[in-house]
C-alpha cells in the first residue's frame, strides 16, 4: 500500500519559515517525479514546485526565490523548505508523486496546514 505523510506544517508570521516533509511507503521515489501542491482557503490546487528523479526543479512564480524542494532518495523523502513566508502561502500544501513511465501511477498524501499570520 502507497502512503505518502506530509508532515512539518504549523503557524509561523510572516517573514517567518517553514519546512515541509514528505515521507513515502510503498514505492521507491527514483523513478516518480515529486510535486508540491497547495490550495489556499476557497481556491482551487495549483502546482507550487516539483522535483525530478535527477534532481531537476522547477518552481511556481509565487515560490521561486522562497521555496526549495529537494529529495533524498535514500530516505524515500521529499522536502519543501519554505523561507520569507507571507499570508498568501497560507494554504493546505499536499505531496504528490507520479511515477515517471505511468501517469496512472500518482499518489497524495493527506496534506498538512501551513498558516502564515500578518
Do not use: H
Amino acid at each position: 500500500q502507497v502512503q505518502l505523510v506530509e508532515s512539518g506544517g504549523g503557524l509561523v508570521q510572516a517573514g517567518g519559515s517553514l519546512g515541509l516533509s514528505c515521507a513515502a511507503s510503498g514505492i521507491g521515489l527514483g523513478s516518480y517525479i515529486m510535486r508540491w501542491y497547495r490550495q489556499p482557503p476557497g481556491k482551487q490546487r495549483e502546482l507550487v514546485a516539483a522535483i525530478t528523479g535527477g534532481g531537476g526543479t522547477t518552481y511556481a512564480d509565487s515560490a521561486k526565490g522562497r521555496f526549495t524542494i529537494s529529495r533524498d532518495n535514500a530516505k524515500n523523502t521529499v522536502y519543501l523548505q519554505m523561507n520569507s513566508l507571507k499570508p498568501e502561502d497560507t494554504a493546505v500544501y499536499y505531496c504528490n508523486a507520479r511515477y515517471v513511465l505511468d501517469v496512472s501511477r500518482n499518489y497524495w498524501g493527506q496534506g498538512t496546514q501551513v498558516t502564515v499570520s500578518s
